[in-house]
């Protein structure tokens, strides 16, 4: 085949990186953003680099927000005593959309996985315990990890580090189907979880 | 369940193949080396998603190819038509398709065509290491149990992330990571859900072997075995005994006890078959083992799964060849035979009606 433009296949390479993104799509996509015209593509461009300049995590439940603390940990009604552990932002918005829960969430920013050489120290157990320690007030965690094995291993280790503290410690039901992850359960089903959550 | 009709493309010696198959016996002959057992072995790399014959998949692509393709249709007694098909290519690796849509995991493959297959590979299964027996109750119980299938998967994962900690800790000759203690109690409720189904469903699957095995070679024998394992189905048991064998665990860098360990100890009239038993014997058995397997997917799915005979009349004399062709015509379910020599099983089964008779020449 002969390129008849390096810009154009330097711009499917970059598209073809992204997740679930194909060449064939990524072809398809760069094919679409030439023919449109300047405004909307220079629009996309600098929100993508806004994604990397201005975006940051929370200083306090390290969600990825823009500012120093994010809107939930900003909010003070939501300052209810309760805290939703997750593994990732996506988790946040996964759950944020069912409207169901009305407290505040800590991002791990990841699970216990030996095999990927993940231990407790390599997320933020050490954040979430300060949290706890701190003046929030936090009566109950609910520890919202993905149903999988290192998942479950996480919440285990969580629920032992935690429990003598004196906080309520709850976990989000299993209507989830196993191996699903978190944020490709439907909001129906979700909503349900958080309502059936349970002691261990 | 039955295959209407399989497409190979590139597939091991077939360059391209279409074959229409019948919903009784398919007898398939012809040299060694024509690609009979190729063409069966398509069909369980389609329900199994992966080859009987085959270790690695860098063997089913024909040679010199950097790809392969197969297609099939399968149907039913008690549900409609639908395709399962499955495309590889080097260096991504394989995806299937359940009537076009592709399907996640490979995981959501297993059960949806039940097959059972004895092939000349199944002398390992009563001579050789435990692994064989291991595999053998695994595709037993996860073709009729999606719930098993996922507990199989989730107990190797465990498995495999607690020995890379206790081998981390023994190659540094330290003590373990504290959050061991998370994936023990993970591994003794996963271990305990393995060895409580395995229990159950080998159970009712001693009954069946005796009955198999009497079919085959004439009442007064028993046939039998006993189920090994140092795991137990109870979590709590399974914890204390990670406690007692702590030292060796760490010593050893792994893990020593659970259902990954889990053996059969096959006997005939109370003697150990491994050890003790005649080259007619272990074929026997292996038969058995196998229309066991098949009646246990009968009776739980209402509907006969397919049956893959490979290679296996050549040692079989003619009264129990005659005894299993019989039987096969009497039954409603679907079976596909290879063999070098088609004569012992023609004079035996007429092949222009219910059955078919396909001579394969070479592949195409
Ligand atoms: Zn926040």
């Not at chain 1, 823009?66 to 209810?80: F, L, S, Y």
């Amino acid at each position: 085949m002969q390129l008849t433009s390096e810009t154009l296949e330097a711009a499917i390479e970059q598209l073809a990186k992204l997740p679930g993104v194909g060449r064939k799509s990524a072809q398809r996509l760069a094919m679409f953003l030439v023919k449109q015209p300047e405004e909307p593509v220079l629009r996309l461009a600098q929100s993508l680099i806004a994604l990397k300049r201005t975006i940051r995590s929370c200083s306090v439940c390290h969600t990825i927000t823009d500012g120093e603390t994010c809107p939930i940990c900003a909010n003070p009604k939501r300052a209810n005593g309760m805290v939703c552990v997750v593994e990732e932002p996506k988790d946040v918005y996964a759950i944020e959309k069912t409207g169901e829960f009305k407290g505040r969430y800590h991002v791990l920013g990841g699970v216990i996985s030996p095999l990927e050489n993940i231990g407790p120290e390599d997320i933020r157990v050490k954040e979430l315990l300060a949290r706890i320690h701190g003046d929030e007030g936090i009566t109950e965690l609910i520890l919202a990890l993905n149903p999988d094995a290192e998942g479950e291993a996480t919440t285990y280790y969580l629920h032992k580090l935690v429990s003598p503290l004196g906080v309520t410690l709850t976990r989000i039901a299993h209507g989830i189907p196993m191996g699903a992850e978190l944020e490709y359960i439907d909001e129906a089903t979700l909503s349900k979880a958080l309502a059936g959550r349970r002691g261990f | 369940m039955f295959c209407r009709r399989t497409e190979l493309d590139r597939f091991r010696n077939h360059r391209d193949s279409v074959m229409e198959w019948v919903p009784g016996v398919n007898l398939l002959s012809g040299p060694n080396g024509a690609g009979k057992t190729n063409l069966v072995d398509a069909i369980h790399y389609l329900c199994m998603s992966r080859s009987f014959v085959a270790a690695s998949d860098q063997f089913v692509a024909m040679h010199g190819a950097g790809q392969f393709a197969l297609s099939g249709v399968f149907g039913g007694a008690i549900r409609a038509d639908f395709s399962l098909s499955c495309t590889w290519v080097r260096g991504e690796g394989k995806t299937f398709f359940v009537n076009g849509s592709p399907l996640d995991r490979l995981t959501d493959l297993i059960g949806r065509v039940p097959v059972v297959v004895l092939s000349p590979e199944d002398r390992a299964l009563t001579g050789e290491g435990p692994e064989y027996r291991r595999s053998f109750i695994d595709g037993l119980i996860s073709q009729t149990s999606a719930a098993y299938l996922a507990d199989l998967v989730e107990y190797r994962r465990v498995l495999r992330q607690r020995n890379r900690l206790l081998m981390q800790a023994a190659l540094q000759h330290r003590p373990p990571a504290p959050e061991l203690d998370a994936w023990n109690d993970l591994f003794a409720r996963s271990a305990a859900r393995i060895v409580a189904k395995r229990n159950a469903v080998l159970d009712t699957f001693r009954r069946l072997l005796a009955e198999e095995y009497a079919f085959m070679a004439g009442v007064g024998h028993e046939p039998d075995f006993t189920y090994r394992t140092n795991a137990s189905d109870e979590p709590a048991e399974n914890l204390a005994r990670l406690e007692a064998g702590r030292d060796r665990e760490r010593e050893r860098g792994q893990t020593l006890i659970g259902p990954h360990r889990d053996d059969l100890l096959f006997t005939l009239d109370g003697i150990e078959l491994r050890r003790y038993g005649s080259q007619g014997q272990h074929r026997l058995f292996a038969f058995a083992l196998k229309l066991a397997q098949r009646r246990y997917f009968t009776d739980i799915l209402e509907d006969q799964p397919i049956f893959l005979l490979d290679d296996v009349f050549g040692d079989l004399d003619p009264g129990k060849t005659r005894t299993l062709l019989e039987m096969l015509d009497a039954q409603s379910g679907q079976t596909f035979i290879t063999a070098a020599n088609p004569d012992p099983l023609t004079s035996v089964l007429d092949f222009t009606g219910n059955h078919r008779h396909f001579r394969v020449a070479h592949a195409v």
